[in-house]
């Protein structure tokens, strides 16, 4: 039978059943060479001691593996022959595994028709080379002792006094004692299938034996896809504390993970007991752990505030609402005060009054001239004033859109100073400051924003300009007939103090007379212009000055632009529209979670620093910032619901996975999984897709589950998060709905890895490193600027930038080597690497043992005895890795203070750039160039030198990494190494 008939055929999915089908036997391709694929059919012997295949060209007892002479068995394609991408490139990933053999370690190439039987392969294979050699199917099973008491025990006590019987009610009360995730309807249906028989043979009240209702258990909460994973991390079928550990280290990435921490998550997870008192882990705990919120995808540091929160306003995007009082259409949706409050409790921190005179002398909110209805502005104030702090403590900006009467103006000011009283921000601006004060220091208070009269205006009212967003008949009035003076009181003026709000003109008038505390307004399509046509100079502008895009005026829908576009330039206050659900609200929603949902995540360095240069548009590198990959695998989701808007056809759904990439252009991408037929409930996908990501801090990642045979809507949930947030490892996360609600229990579950471009991605034949490319090479290089004195000086960089560059580069070259000489993916991390190697060892026929020492913080691994070939060349990868990391973090430092040197001489012609520029002849674009190289020169040398920094760092982290793993493996030796040299010039050869 095939991989799919087997995952239906499994009431209990054991190493037994994996053995059983691997004993009946299937097809699978045997890879040579690029010419030399073969078709053949490949079966375990019936007493477990051979894998056999056949047709062959060979004689009968040739086309045999013994499995005592099995090494290991590796997922993926991580060996010499699948690395020749021309060859191998139509292979899936998940479909390919590698048997490695006998004493020369020769490998047996295979891919699967599907990763299902990919993993039933892979999984017989580790079970019976894991210590359970010559063990019969039914001495395996027995292995599950501990599964079966645990569920014997649970299933007496609910029976009682019974003699070994219960009903469906009972049934379906025990199931969900066990496990509350298994919906009722589905227990029903099983029980109705398991008792159909006895029905028609009379029994007007059906019951289970305790042996069926195993079965049934068995087969409603076992996944698949868990079991294989606890099977290749454990030597049988429960995970024991050492075996939970490597695992939390090697695929969680979870650092200084000990014993008790481990005996600590068997006590929470593990249902049965038994497995408390033993500290073993079983399918059923294992499965709870994973899905729990410990295995979460989002990265717990970021549900609390976990950034900087002391550098000026403008560093930060803001969570920001347009038109905050409106809960539909900007026609005639109706206007609610708690709309404000859902805004404010969602972590808003800028929120909207459209300001008109009401009567009874009381100012009124709606969105003017439409049909919308009308709100107390006094009510709207008072309830700000009660839930501005409940979500969070940073200021929160209030956006006055004044169209009142100077009667009803006073008595805005009234309600707006005794309701908020002393959370008002009222203190004047810093005259010899630069920037606007920080979220840490504006804590608590309230910052109004709107009109203001002139510092020197002397009288109790004056004219303003009014040149703000208003309604859609006074948008075309401005257009036609200019802007219109308003008359604007003093108190009502010098309650903005902070954010004054002025026309925008250009960038350049912007940079000349705009002060920090003033604040400009654009349309989303004005936004958009300069996005495109002036990015570098939009990102410039907004290091200083706080700049607002609303949407369009004819979104009278309330539908929402997109944010990322105008993040990409730096803006800060991105108002969108709350009330309205959809993709904008999700990017929203999950841009602003990774700093405690408090409504404030700061920029990126490059849109923050003083001289650097960035432009949002270039599909360029980033100087300074070091690309990563995402390498994402989509295994299985979980009770999925059927799309709201759906039509009648029944409860059945096609689901498929999309993913999406949100940043800037040069990171957007899309993929998505293929489409699981008729199946909602547990779809198995097993994908696995890379994407690129050149400046991670700006990126999001969307996960949107979609019916692909739909009537209506196709939309089934979906979840959005952070680049920045993401862990690695086994996750799992709760889908969303298109309003942000929890859908649970449906969820997916997938594995996260993130790896350096320049070390990462699909290995070649020569290894992923070897080839330097000349592009990448170009953004470690400094621009002529123009003027011969500041070119001399930035030339003086040229060296250490070099050999900061080539330190790097060797350092992830040998790490590639390394993990590949290891028959790992660049996705593995270093403790996997030692752990399998001392697996391997341990496995050597030869009298091979592993020691690992530490000297002067550097790690060595010593095999005494008579290594394999391919182990001493994985141990000369290591010796190599370990000199270019040494090398590296010898040189790092005296490296960043040369760059730092040129850095501090270069910043001296900052002041007199201009004129220095025009004194030597430049002008027009070419001194627009000149500008932006010298500012591109200042980000090179600051982003190469962080970059050293963190590589040495890394560095240091690999040997603690390396120290750690071999503690936990009983590898290491007291006694100081002796270098080898001749080790390492073997690997470098």
Request: a negative charge; aromatic letters at 8%; proline letters at 4%.
């Amino acid at each position: 039978m095939d991989g799919t008939a087997f995952r239906k055929h499994m009431a209990k999915i054991y190493a037994s059943d994996c053995l059983a089908f691997m004993q009946a036997g299937c097809e699978l391709i045997k890879v040579r060479s690029p010419s030399r694929q073969y078709h053949r059919i490949f079966c375990l012997s019936e007493e477990l001691s051979e894998i056999r295949w056949h047709p062959t060209s060979k004689k009968p007892d040739k086309a045999r593996i013994v499995i005592e002479s099995v090494k290991e068995v590796r997922v993926g394609k991580n060996t010499e022959t699948f690395r020749q991408r021309e060859s191998t490139a139509e292979f899936p990933e998940e479909c390919s595994f590698s048997v490695i053999f006998g004493d020369n370690y020769e490998t047996l190439d295979l891919v699967a028709n599907s990763p299902d039987e990919a993993n039933i392969w892979v999984t017989g294979l580790s079970y019976l080379i894991g210590g359970n050699k010559s063990k019969s199917p039914e001495a395996i099973e027995q292995k599950q002792d501990m599964r079966d008491r645990w569920l014997q025990e649970m299933f007496e006590k609910a029976a009682g006094d019974q003699v070994g019987q219960l009903d469906e009610f009972e049934v379906m009360q025990l199931m969900k004692k066990l496990n509350n995730s298994v919906t009722s309807m589905r227990v029903r249906q099983k029980f109705k299938e398991m008792t159909l028989s006895k029905v028609r043979d009379g029994d007007s009240k059906p019951t289970l034996s305790s042996h069926e209702f195993l079965d049934l258990f068995k087969e409603m909460t076992t996944r698949p896809e868990i079991y294989f994973l606890l099977v290749r991390y454990s030597s049988s079928e429960v995970m024991a504390i050492d075996d939970l550990l490597i695992f939390l280290e090697a695929e969680q990435g979870m650092a200084g993970v000990s014993r008790e921490k481990c005996f600590t998550i068997i006590n929470k997870y593990e249902p049965s007991q038994e497995g408390r008192e033993k500290g073993h882990l079983g399918i059923d705990g294992f499965t709870n752990y994973l899905l729990s919120e410990d295995c979460d995808i989002f990265d717990y540091q970021h549900r609390s505030v976990c950034q900087d929160m002391t550098q000026p306003l403008s560093h930060y995007f803001i969570a920001s609402s347009h038109n905050t009082y409106l809960t539909e259409d900007q026609l005639k949706g109706p206007s609610s005060v708690a709309a404000y409050v859902k805004a404010l409790q969602k972590g808003c921190r800028w929120v909207e009054l459209d300001c008109w005179d009401g009567a009874n002398g009381e100012p009124i909110i709606y969105h003017g001239h439409t049909l919308t209805s009308k709100i107390l502005f006094k009510a709207v104030v008072e309830a700000i004033n009660q839930h501005a702090f409940e979500t969070s403590q940073y200021p929160l900006l209030v956006s006055i859109e004044n169209h009142c009467s100077v009667e009803q103006q006073s008595v805005m000011a009234h309600h707006l100073k005794t309701v908020f009283g002393d959370k008002l921000m009222i203190d004047s601006p810093g005259e010899s400051a630069t920037y606007l004060p920080s979220p840490e220091q504006l804590k608590g208070r309230v910052l109004i924003k709107g009109k203001k009269l002139p510092s020197d205006f002397v009288g109790e009212e004056g004219e303003v300009t009014d040149e703000d967003e208003g309604a859609d008949s006074e948008r075309r009035r401005i257009k036609k007939e200019g802007f219109k003076k308003r008359v604007l009181i003093k108190e009502l003026s010098d309650l903005v103090t902070l954010c004054k709000s002025v026309r925008f003109e250009d960038f350049h008038e912007a940079a000349q007379k705009q002060k920090y505390w003033e604040i400009c307004s654009l349309s989303e399509v004005n936004a958009i212009k300069f996005a495109s046509l002036c990015a570098e100079d939009f990102v410039s502008h907004n290091k200083h000055l706080l700049t607002r895009i609303y949407p369009n005026p004819n979104r009278v829908d309330s539908s929402n632009y997109n944010p990322q576009d105008v993040w990409n330039c730096g803006c800060q206050i991105v108002a969108l529209n709350y009330q309205t659900p959809g993709l904008m609200t999700d990017l929203y929603d999950g841009k602003f979670r990774q700093n405690g949902q408090c409504g404030y995540v700061l920029k990126p360095g490059v849109m923050r620093e003083e001289i650097s240069y960035f432009s949002a548009n270039s599909r360029d590198i980033i100087p300074g910032i070091s690309p990563q990959i995402l390498h994402i695998k989509i295994i299985s989701g979980q009770k999925f619901p059927k799309p709201k808007g759906s039509g009648s056809k029944g409860d059945v759904i096609d689901p498929y996975v999309s993913m999406e990439i949100f940043g800037i252009p040069a990171d957007c991408a899309e993929e998505r999984t293929k489409t699981i037929p008729h199946n909602g409930y547990n779809p198995i996908y097993d994908e696995s897709f890379d994407f690129t990501v050149n400046l991670p801090e700006l990126a999001l990642v969307r996960f949107v589950v979609l019916d692909d045979d739909f009537i209506g809507d196709e939309f089934i949930g979906q979840f959005t998060i952070p680049f920045e947030c993401l862990q690695p490892g086994y996750r799992h996360f709760t889908l969303l709905s298109n309003t942000g609600e929890s859908l649970e229990p449906a969820s997916l579950f997938v594995h996260v890895a993130v790896t350096n471009k320049r070390g990462g991605g699909k290995p070649t034949k020569r290894g992923m490193s070897v080839k330097k490319s000349k592009r990448s090479r170009d953004y470690t290089h400094v621009r002529p600027v123009g003027v011969k004195t500041i070119d001399e000086v930035f030339k003086a960089s040229l060296a250490p930038l070099k050999e900061g560059s080539e330190l790097r580069e060797n350092v992830q070259n040998a790490m590639t080597r390394f993990k590949e000489a290891c028959g790992l993916a660049s996705i593995a991390n270093l403790k996997q690497c030692i752990r399998l190697l001392a697996t391997r060892l341990a496995g050597s026929s030869d009298t091979v043992t592993l020691r690992l020492s530490m000297k002067d913080d550097l790690a060595f691994l010593d095999a005494e005895g008579s290594a394999p070939d391919m182990l001493k060349k994985a141990l000369s990868a290591f010796d190599l890795m370990v000199s270019e990391s040494k090398t590296l973090m010898e040189q790092a430092d005296s490296l960043v203070v040369r760059i730092d040197e040129v850095q501090k001489a270069g910043l001296e012609y900052h002041d007199n750039l201009s004129y220095l520029l025009t004194k030597d002849g430049l002008k027009g674009k070419r001194l627009s160039k000149a500008s932006e190289n010298f500012a591109w020169n200042i980000r090179v040398l600051k982003g190469q030198a962080d970059l050293l920094s963190r590589s040495k760092k890394e560095c240091q982290d690999w040997m603690r990494q390396i120290q750690e793993a071999g503690t936990a493996l009983g590898l290491m030796s007291s006694v100081e190494p002796e270098p080898e040299p001749d080790r390492i010039s073997e690997a470098e050869s």
